[in-house]
């Protein structure tokens, strides 16, 4: 399918299902959170998982990011093969494949590894001192999400511990503040949280200075808590990802506004036989099976002005409730409940404007 998305091709002729990305709404969006950064005087490292194109990462560099965070060993690699010049791998580095990944990348990038605890980098700080390499390495803390991250009372006591190990340097405290998001609708607590995640963070790196270690940067991350956590004084650097696209999940709560939304998918109506429900040829290997924020299990909401959502999916077909006037071969437009998911399940997608392909963009780093 992708071999089809051709420069000059009206969107509505592309084969279905299709991830169709908005330039004028993708640049606008990756410029705002620049200027915004830069109003703030602090460094933008957009997550790069969201995209995972170069032509995405190099809009972000030209409008002043630093560099690029990786989750994955494949980000990693593909960033620092040539995308950008400093990469945050914002996950534990445990196990060999993601050690001899950050051994390499560091040969072409400057790379950075996050980690919560001790036996988290045993293995890499051996191979890099084997290697005769230093790598730099951030203290994840738990600011409230409850995933990695140590608890921020223990931050000191974990932090002395790292600054012993040989071949790696620490370079900073981070947190992903991504349970803003889970607060919901309510723009006074998604503030609040992300206020006292900065708050928290800038708390711990001061408690560490006080213990003797010198603590440059200061991250934190996410597009809900972009306007919050990054605002609190003392905080170095943002990581927001979902934000150059937008999603209908950063909608529904109201993050940003259905115009900041970059990323459709184009789908067609492929069945009109189950009276009211329409079967599309977007479903789950099109839209992820990533979860609505709207709480009503839908997999994306259609745009186009027949209305609608995708109730549900299997893999290749997806059930349309409540379409005005569904007929065979229409076009429809969704938007997706995360972009970071949707762009994870294609290789190519179109980049257009004015409804006309102007691009195709590779995504890579997919395995
Ligand atoms: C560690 C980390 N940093 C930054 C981000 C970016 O957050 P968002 O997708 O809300 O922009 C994520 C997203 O999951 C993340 O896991």
Not at 45 to 63: D, I
Not at 257 to 284: F, K, W
Request: aromatic content about 2%.
């Amino acid at each position: 399918m992708s071999a089809a998305i051709l420069v000059g091709m009206d969107v509505r002729d592309l084969p279905t299902p299709v991830v169709v990305i908005d330039r004028a709404v993708l640049t606008h969006n990756a410029r705002s959170m620049a200027d915004h950064a830069s109003g703030l005087g602090i460094a933008l490292r957009p997550h790069w998982k969201t995209t995972k194109s170069a032509q995405a990462a190099a809009l972000q560099l030209e409008f002043g990011a630093i560099g690029h965070t990786a989750a994955t060993s494949a980000e990693l690699k593909a960033l620092a093969g040539g995308i950008s010049p400093s990469v945050f791998l914002a996950y534990p580095p445990v196990g060999s494949a993601r050690v001899s990944s950050v051994l390499e990348s560091a040969r072409t990038a400057e790379v950075i590894v996050g980690t919560d605890s001790v036996a988290g980098v045993h293995e890499l700080g051996h191979a890099a001192v084997a290697a005769g390499v230093m790598i730099s390495f951030r203290l994840d803390v738990d600011t409230g999400l409850g995933r990695t991250g140590v608890d921020p009372s223990r931050a000191v006591e974990v932090a002395r511990e790292l600054s012993k190990l040989p071949g790696l340097r620490f370079d900073g405290v981070w947190t992903h503040e991504g349970h803003v998001q889970g607060v919901g609708a309510d723009p006074a607590r998604r503030q609040q949280t992300g206020l006292a995640a900065g708050l928290l963070l800038v708390e711990v790196a001061d408690a560490i200075r006080a213990d003797g270690h010198a603590v440059d940067s200061v991250s934190v991350g996410s597009t809900p808590g972009a306007w919050s956590a990054p605002t609190v004084s003392g905080v170095t650097e943002a990581r927001p990802g979902t934000y150059i696209l937008g999603d209908e999940n950063q909608v529904a709560i109201g993050t940003i506004s259905e115009d900041d939304v970059a990323v459709s998918v184009l789908s067609r109506i492929v069945s009109t036989q189950r009276g009211a429900v329409a079967i599309i040829d977007a479903g789950i290997k099109a839209l992820s099976s990533d979860g609505s924020l709207h709480g009503d299990g839908r997999v994306g909401t259609i745009v186009s002005s027949s209305g609608g959502i995708v109730a549900t999916a299997h893999e290749e077909h997806g059930f349309l409730h409540g379409a005005a006037d569904a007929r065979v071969g229409d076009v429809i437009r969704i938007r997706p409940n995360h972009a970071c998911g949707v762009m994870n399940m294609h290789s190519m997608v179109a980049i257009a404007e004015d409804g006309v392909v102007v691009d195709s963009w590779r995504i890579l780093a997919r395995h």
